[in-house]
């Protein structure tokens, strides 16, 4: 099957085949084409001004090379060679101004802005990287990473929304219970975002939650789990019988206080799924409240007067002022879990977590520990006074038909 790429050329222009080991395009010629690999793999060489040759990356079928040459005739900044028997489609740069000429204007604009900018993206990486005195090569590299890093960002926002559309089991919420050091009882669940790809496998949330940040896709998705959140936490409710109220912590970015109906939404949500205000635990980071202060204030007070807590992720590894904690309306401080991993071996570490949990205290708010590992470590916050923790030691994030099971046969756990 060729893809529609391909088929554009096709009918113009038979593919051309080079050998393992043959030149596509060399580096210093000037560039009068562009060409789309039908078939085989391609490597991305580049000769140091030393003579010494460096591989900085292969490309195969459908990957386009050499595609600077259809904006300008500056000379190949490296050259190509075929590493398997390949076929390439060429276009050439007068097929693809005639093309754009008979294009859309519209279209014609945008790709002419687009690849301006892209041209303008390149200079710009080199200029940096002349600051950073790096070679040639170096630049290079950079370059090509950055181009790669920009697809790959691409690739993962768009792939993103559609399996959040499609809500075919690809992306899911996971959740990790918190437990009341003094009883080993239950608190309540932090609830945390799944992606299994179907062919990419696991995709943490460290890598997509950024990219869908920056997109502000995150908007969309932080609704969703909210309300998938609240949804589990009924079910949950329903379908066993803890003795106590649990909370559900969910995870927000600061993209989601500048939508002007956040609120609203969480309100809805609330009302539709009928959880109580008071079991709901929104988690910020230190870094959303610099950001955006006064916007925040206000929503994050109306939060809090409908009955919401509103906790500190990953407290102390932001910014070192402390005056939000007397400025916002906070009542929960989660220890990161750079502070628990090593605070056995680092007397400063421990100190900051003693004085992180006083300093919660003294304030009146809560303290929840993350990323406890060990009875070691759960027994070193326990004697801290830290009143909950969550971490592997006590379970792992897991879907919402665990969780029932684990509530059900809940047993305090050995501190
Ligand atoms: P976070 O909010 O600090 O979440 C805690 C992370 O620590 C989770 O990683 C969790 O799986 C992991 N963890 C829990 N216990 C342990 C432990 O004992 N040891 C170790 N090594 N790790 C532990 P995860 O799920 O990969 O999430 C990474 C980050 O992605 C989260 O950090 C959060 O910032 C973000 N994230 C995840 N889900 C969401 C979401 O629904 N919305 C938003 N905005 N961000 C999310
Ligand atoms: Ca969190
Ligand atoms: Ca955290």
Not at 360 to 386: D, F, P
Request: charged share 25%; net charge negative.
């Amino acid at each position: 099957m060729k893809s529609k790429k391909q088929r554009m050329y096709q009918s113009e222009k038979s593919p051309k085949s080079f050998k393992p080991g043959e030149i596509i395009m060399r580096q210093g010629e000037i560039g009068r084409n562009a060409f789309i690999i039908e078939s085989g793999k391609v490597e991305i060489v580049v000769t140091t001004p030393t003579g010494e040759e460096r591989v900085i990356g292969t490309r195969g079928s459908s990957a386009m090379i050499g595609e600077m040459s259809l904006i300008d005739n500056a000379p190949r900044t490296a050259t190509i060679r075929a590493v398997e028997d390949c076929k390439v489609l060429e276009i050439t740069k007068d097929d693809f101004t005639r093309r754009l000429n008979n294009a859309d204007p519209v279209i014609r604009m945008a790709v002419q802005v687009i690849m301006t900018r892209y041209r303008d993206t390149l200079t710009n990486i080199e200029a940096r990287s002349g600051e950073k005195d790096l070679s040639g090569v170096e630049t290079l590299e950079l370059v090509y990473a950055e181009k790669a890093d920009a697809i790959e960002q691409i690739r993962i926002a768009n792939e993103f929304m559609e399996a959040l559309d499609k809500n075919n089991g690809e992306i899911i919420m996971f959740y990790q219970p918190i437990i009341n050091m003094d009883t080993g009882e239950l608190f309540g669940f932090e609830a945390l975002m799944r992606w299994f790809h179907p062919e990419r496998g696991f995709i943490s949330p460290g890598v997509f939650i950024p990219v869908i940040e920056e997109t502000r896709q995150i908007i969309e998705a932080s609704k969703w789990a909210f309300k998938t959140a609240c949804k589990t936490l009924k079910h949950v409710e329903k379908s066993t019988h803890y003795h106590k109220e649990l909370c559900m912590s969910v995870n927000f970015s600061s993209e989601d206080f500048s939508a002007p109906d956040f609120i609203n939404d969480v309100y809805d949500t609330l009302s539709e799924t009928d959880v109580k205000a008071e079991q709901i635990h929104l988690e910020i980071t230190e870094r959303l409240l610099i950001g955006q202060p006064e916007c925040a204030k206000e929503t994050l007070n109306m939060c809090r007067r409908a009955g919401m807590s509103i906790s500190i992720d990953d407290f102390g590894t932001g910014y070192s002022s402390l005056n939000y904690l007397h400025a916002y309306p906070i009542n929960t401080l989660k220890i990161d879990q750079s502070f628990v991993r090593n605070m056995e071996n680092d007397k400063k570490l421990l100190e900051l977590v003693r004085s992180i949990i006083a300093l919660s205290q003294n304030l009146g708010m809560e303290t929840i520990a993350e990323g406890v590992e060990t009875l070691q470590e759960a027994r070193l916050l326990k004697e801290l006074g830290c009143p909950q923790a969550q971490g592997f030691y006590f379970a792992k994030p897991m879907p919402e038909k665990e969780v029932v099971d684990l509530v059900n046969n809940w047993n305090a756990p050995i501190i």
